[in-house]
């Protein structure tokens, strides 16, 4: 076909660089090829990008924009390219436009406690420099290390103490956004209540970069809670029997900072990852944390445990032993991927449920002869299932593909969702209408033609 551009690649280039001088700018192939997709994702971009850039700051952002609304490019923002659903893998002849410079901890303020940060601030940065004046930064998701502020707010990214202090949501204040006209605004305020105009910061939490490109972020940060805090592990017969205990616990009166669950298969990869013993006659791992509540708190917890018949309790006030119970949940994935291929879910269901979500899973990889390893955020409901398959087969296996549908349907069935806290990006669009219902996914669109109407940011994720 015939095909006759009113630009070379050259030519807009040289107007990105104009407009955005403070960038770096990458073009060429092998650089480019690196950012082509992140390596927690499944590839599911296609194409091959047309820049790279690392902006250095909203100028540079708006610059982005204005080439892409001159050049009708798609501009797909990153933070540090953690996303596990390709939320920011490259799209042919796109922009892929980071904030990763963009990571300077703004303001720490004690007194008011809050934080406010660019987008691309490591949240284990933040974390430790709230730390510094007695508070910390309650979201902790998996990739806490390595991911950012900005993209852990695009996302709504949860973590392992969502239990008791939320998602990324629950604790984002207010943002500043630019939109893909380049204008930028400013939402929500450093004030723990508004109730002024519609809330369109949370519109904007969780939006994967559709809606808008994230500058800053103002967030809440919590006191260190005074006390020793404990940490312990028991085993249960069976993931079904772990899951009815963490509901009597959640409903107890104590407040946990952590509830893990870790299946049977998954506590036996991190045997033979660790050279460890903790699945010999275990049927699934519980591990637990409280941050404060004292000998009281600690004692009921134990009753419960007996009332499940736990086996092989222990607790621990001990630092360096907490931290090494904690280690076998941060060591959970390595030890498991080293399977094979995979993939790892991310569904949630109500808490009544989740006991019949775990029973569910362990049946399918039953029934269709699947290897599932299910860990999860069993206090929040939150359950990641990864499934396996031989390295050497070049392909997602059918019957993956089908566990994976049974699962998604059963979530949704239980009054769930098939995305607790890893996004949707390119790998889950075609279920919003499923999960959300045919006038809410209209609406979501209307939303997004509204606030990009050129459909220039980050096309194809979130919405299909």
Request: a negative charge.
């Amino acid at each position: 076909m015939a095909f006759f551009p009113a630009y070379t690649d050259d030519e807009i280039i040289e107007f990105l660089k104009i407009h955005a001088p403070h960038a770096t700018v990458i073009t060429t192939a092998a650089e480019l090829a690196p950012h082509q997709a992140g390596k927690y994702g499944m590839g599911a971009g296609s194409g091959q990008l047309l820049a790279y850039i690392e902006v250095a700051d909203t100028a540079d952002i708006q610059g982005v924009l204005q080439t892409a609304r001159k050049f009708h490019l798609p501009v797909i923002p990153q933070a540090t390219a953690t996303s596990t659903v390709s939320g920011s893998d490259g799209e042919d002849h796109a922009l892929l436009l980071s904030t990763r410079r963009m990571n300077k901890i703004i303001e720490v303020n004690r007194a008011d406690q809050v934080a406010v940060v660019q987008p691309g601030v490591i949240n284990q940065d933040l974390d430790n420099a709230a730390r510094e004046v007695g508070m910390f930064y309650a979201p902790d998701p998996g990739s806490k290390p390595i991911s950012a502020v900005g993209g852990n707010t695009a996302t709504n990214a949860g973590g392992m103490s969502t239990v008791k202090y939320g998602a990324t949501r629950d604790n984002v204040l207010g943002l500043k956004v630019i939109l893909a006209d380049g204008r930028e605004l400013s939402l929500g305020h450093r004030t723990l209540k508004q109730a002024f105009g519609y809330n369109l910061t949370q519109l904007f939490v969780g939006s994967e970069g559709t809606l808008g490109v994230i500058t800053e972020v103002t967030v809440k940060l919590m006191p260190i809670p005074l006390g020793q805090p404990i940490t312990g592990m028991a085993f249960f017969s069976d993931m079904k029997t772990l899951a009815a205990a963490v509901t009597e616990i959640r409903a107890s009166g104590v407040y946990p900072a952590m509830l893990e669950a870790l299946d049977g298969p998954t506590v036996a990869a991190l045997d033979r990852y660790e050279g460890t013993h903790y699945a010999q006659g275990n049927g699934a791992l519980l591990i637990l944390r409280l941050d404060n509540g004292g000998a009281e708190a600690l004692q009921r917890v134990q009753g419960i445990l007996a009332d499940f018949d736990a086996q092989h309790i222990s607790v621990t006030s001990d630092p360096e032993e907490q931290a090494a119970i904690l280690k076998l949940r941060q060591d959970m994935l390595p030890a498991v991927f080293a399977n094979g291929s995979h993939v790892m879910e991310d569904m949630a269901v109500p808490l009544s449920q989740l006991a019949n979500m775990m029973d569910y899973i362990a049946k399918i990889a039953k029934e269709l002869d699947v290897e599932i390893y299910t860990a999860g955020h069993a206090g929040d409901g939150n359950v990641h299932p990864t499934l396996i398959w031989p390295k050497e087969q070049t392909e997602v296996p059918a019957k993956v593909t089908k566990a994976l549908q049974l699962m998604f349907r059963e979530a949704l069935r239980l009054g769930g969702t098939i995305s607790g806290e890893h996004a949707v990006g390119l790998l889950k669009n075609q279920w919003n209408n499923e999960e959300l219902g045919e006038n809410v996914d209209q609406l979501q669109h209307q939303i997004k033609a509204l606030l990009d109407p050129m459909n220039l940011l980050n096309p194809g994720r979130k919405i299909d």
